[in-house]
Structures are given as structure tokens and as C-alpha cells.
């Protein structure tokens, strides 16, 4: 008897048809002999449509209060899921985050889990039910509902196994697995059977979104197992075929097997970036530029800073879209009055394609190879940053659906 904590996506639950199919496989589960923790999202498209409704009534509502709408989305998912699981023959309860409790800090609509209380989950999964926990919210220390973050369903239902040293954590989707890149943009990706957990955090720190990043830092943190699996197969096909589909996250020194070059292609569509000309080249000028926009608690992602030149220096980083006006208005005030800088020009439509590899370590001559590829689409490379094991561009966002074409044929990922 193994505990097992399995998540659901939107899609996976995304009508009462698909719920009861969930329910089904869930029941397989139990009456196989497991101790199961289902962690649902909410239906799919339910998230965006309570956090708009927000946004017909103000344009910047108060985080508090979003957080407050966009948890019931989850808890709608998981009553329905209580009630078919019940229909199955399944002793069942579901609970909201609050309930369990899942801790979190106080930053609304990203917030982070502090702590899990298992003893409910336990008693009740002694007590022979599927327990059904809320995926995506938690509750501060003053009792106010947070939110983890879009996505963060992944993160509540690693957390959760973490919390209670669960056998496996199963992240059911409506893709059966990891893929090369994202099948939704080159149709040759292909599914990993098992890719590194420094890869997948990788990938999802560069936009994958089939795991969300914090999911993986769990993962990784507390050697959860974890498999991405697809929801939509027949609930009913054979547990040894089930357990044994998908891919599996690996940590690299358990692994025999050599490690391809490239793993992966990540992209993130909605970059933005911004560069401030003719800063003036003295100590402390980064700190003066970013210290705002950090204080404002947006991510910036690739810093370049050019040579100087008669003590004037152009400045260039990235933001997410989302973010690119309120870090524009923010650099006006403090930039250009404060500091004396030239100009400061901006394009909110690039976006960022990364190579991602383990093998990047110890193999040559990835990155000219994608740099070549990239010249001979006639895609010109904006800003480029590395690591050990991935190489990101940042290119017009007309490209990015060619370059992730062209960078998946070249390094041979529709290839076994
Ligand atoms: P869920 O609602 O189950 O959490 P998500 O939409 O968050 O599902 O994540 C699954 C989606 O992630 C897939 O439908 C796919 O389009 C996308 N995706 C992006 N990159 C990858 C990748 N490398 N492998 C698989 N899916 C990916
Ligand atoms: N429902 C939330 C979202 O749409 C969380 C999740 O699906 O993981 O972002
Ligand atoms: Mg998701």
C-alpha cells in the first residue's frame, strides 16, 4: 500500500463528464490497495473568468480580494470531485485550503507554501477515504485565502506529497507527458520517457507551463517523485500500464543513463524589453535602475550592460509583457529624473527561446550551432544569455514559432 497524491488539471476536470472519469480513476486507485490524495484545479477557463469579472469592475482590483474569487474555482472542482468519487462507491471529503491548513505567506496572488498540516489528510486517509484538497490557494498567518500563482495547482500537489513523504506524485494533464517543446507549437516534439529535474526546471523557469516552477523546486527540494501523465486516456486501462506511462522526473545522480546534449526547447512568449541609453558609467547605477523595479516586485529576467564609451553606457533587460508599462513608468520617474540618462526605449514584443540540456556540460559547440540555425531563418538575435545547461535568445516575437521549429530539427529532437 503506497500513499499516492494525483492532480488534475482544468481540462482534466474541465465538464462533470470528465470529473466522474477522473472519479473512475481514482477508484481504480483505491480499490487497488492505495492511500490516494487527489488535488484538483479548477474547471478549466473557470479561473480566468472570475478573475475578469474583477476586472469589469476595476483595473487594478486589490490582490486580497482577487485571491478571495479566484479560490473558489478549486473549490467548486473539488466538491464535484467529493460527490463523484461517492457515486463510485468511494468514501470521500473534500477541503479547502484553510481547512487542512496549507500555510502560506502573505503574498497574495503569489504566494508561497510555508507548511502543510497532515494530521486531517491522515487520519483520514487511515480511515480508508480519497482525500480531495484544494489545489492553487492556501491561507496566510492573519487566516486570509492566498493564491500560489497561475499554475499553481502543480506546486500545491508536490507540496502535498512532500508534506506527507508520499510515494509518487502524479501530475495528470491533457498532454501524456514532457515533451521536447511544447506540442502545441512544433508538431515533430516528442514525449520524454524521463528528463532531469534540473532540466525540467529549466524548462519551466523558461516558460514551459506543464509544470509550474515552484512545483519543480518542490520536487527537487524533497526528492518527491514525480510523473506527468496524461488524464485522458480510458480511466479504467491497467494500473501496471498507467504506473509506468508519462515521464518521470529524475535527479541526475540516480540516473545510468548518458544524457542527451539537448533535452528540450522552452520559449516564452511575452517578454518585453527595455534599454536606457547613455547611462551615465559610475558605481551603483544598476542598483539605481533595477532597485525600483524590484521594489515593485516585478521579475526582471536578462540584464545586459554594454561597454562603455566616454563614461556612458547603454543598459538593457527584460520584464515580462504584463509588467513592461508600470516598469516603463517606473523608470521615467527615477531614471531620467534622477540619474541623467539619455533615452529610454522600449519592444514589448519579443519573446525568449532557450535550448536546455544537461549533456550543454560537457559537449561543444551548442551554441554556435544555434546561432547558425537561427542566421540561416534570417532571425536576428536581440539579447542572448547562458547557463551550464541552456542557452536563451531574445528574438522578434514574429520568429519564435520558427526558431522552436528550426532549433527542434537541427539539434535532431524528433529523433530518439
Ligand atoms: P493543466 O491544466 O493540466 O495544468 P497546463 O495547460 O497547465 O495543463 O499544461 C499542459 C500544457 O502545457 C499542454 O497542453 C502543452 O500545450 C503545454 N506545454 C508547454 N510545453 C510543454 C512541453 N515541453 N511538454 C508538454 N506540454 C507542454
Ligand atoms: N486554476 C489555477 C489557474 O488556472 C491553478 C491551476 O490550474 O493550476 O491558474
Ligand atoms: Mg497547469
Not at 8 to 27: F, L, W
Not at 233 to 249: A, F, H, N, R, Y
Not at 367 to 385: C, D, H, V, Y
Request: glycine share 6%; aromatic share 4%; charged share 25%.
Amino acid at each position: 500500500m503506497a500513499i499516492i497524491v494525483h492532480k488534475y488539471g482544468g481540462t482534466s476536470m474541465g465538464s462533470t463528464e470528465r470529473i466522474q472519469n477522473v472519479a473512475k480513476r481514482v477508484a481504480k486507485w483505491m480499490r487497488a490497495g492505495h492511500q490516494i490524495v487527489v488535488v484538483p484545479s479548477a474547471m478549466s477557463g473557470e479561473t480566468n473568468r472570475l478573475l475578469a469579472l474583477a476586472k469589469e469592475i476595476a483595473p487594478n482590483p486589490s490582490p486580497r480580494e482577487l485571491d478571495q474569487i479566484a479560490a473558489t474555482g478549486e473549490q467548486v472542482s473539488s466538491g464535484l470531485l467529493a460527490i463523484a468519487l461517492q457515486e463510485q462507491g468511494i468514501d470521500s471529503i473534500s477541503y479547502a485550503g484553510w481547512q487542512v491548513m496549507v500555510r502560506t505567506d502573505s503574498a497574495f496572488t503569489k504566494a508561497r507554501i510555508m507548511e502543510i498540516d497532515d494530521s486531517k489528510i491522515l487520519a483520514d486517509l487511515n480511515a480508508g477515504k480519497a482525500v480531495v484538497i484544494t489545489g492553487f490557494q492556501g491561507v496566510d498567518p492573519d487566516g486570509n485565502i492566498t493564491t500560489l500563482g497561475r499554475g499553481g495547482s502543480d506546486t500545491s500537489a508536490v507540496a502535498v506529497a512532500a508534506a506527507l513523504k508520499a510515494d509518487e506524485c502524479l501530475i495528470y494533464t491533457d498532454v501524456d507527458g514532457v515533451y521536447t517543446t511544447d506540442p502545441r507549437v512544433c508538431e515533430d516534439a516528442r514525449r520524454l520517457d524521463h528528463i532531469t529535474f534540473e532540466e525540467m526546471l529549466e524548462m519551466a523557469s523558461l516558460g514551459s507551463k506543464v509544470l509550474q516552477i515552484r512545483s519543480v523546486e518542490f520536487a527537487g527540494k524533497y526528492k518527491v517523485k514525480t510523473r506527468v501523465l496524461s488524464s485522458l486516456t480510458d480511466p479504467m486501462i491497467p494500473l501496471e500500464q498507467e504506473m509506468k506511462s508519462g515521464t518521470l522526473i529524475t535527479f541526475e545522480e540516480d540516473s545510468t543513463m548518458e544524457a542527451a546534449v539537448i533535452s528540450g526547447i522552452a520559449f516564452n512568449r511575452d517578454e518585453a524589453k527595455i534599454t536606457i541609453i547613455d547611462v551615465p558609467d559610475r558605481p551603483g547605477i544598476a542598483y539605481q535602475i533595477l532597485g525600483p523595479i524590484a521594489e515593485a516586485n516585478i521579475d526582471v529576467d536578462m540584464i545586459i550592460q554594454n561597454q562603455s564609451v566616454d563614461s556612458k553606457t547603454d543598459f538593457t533587460f527584460t520584464v515580462p509583457r504584463a509588467e513592461y508599462q508600470k516598469a516603463l513608468d517606473l523608470l521615467k520617474n527615477s531614471v531620467q529624473k534622477h540619474i541623467g540618462a539619455k533615452e529610454i526605449l522600449g519592444d514589448a514584443k519579443v519573446s525568449k527561446v532557450s535550448v536546455v540540456g544537461v549533456g550543454m556540460r560537457s559537449h561543444v559547440g551548442v551554441a554556435s550551432k544555434m546561432f547558425r540555425t537561427l542566421s540561416e531563418e534570417g532571425i536576428n538575435i536581440l539579447m542572448i544569455s547562458t547557463s551550464e545547461i541552456k542557452i536563451s535568445v531574445v528574438i522578434d516575437e514574429k520568429y519564435m514559432e520558427l526558431a522552436v521549429r528550426a532549433l527542434h530539427k537541427v539539434f535532431e529532437l524528433d529523433q530518439k
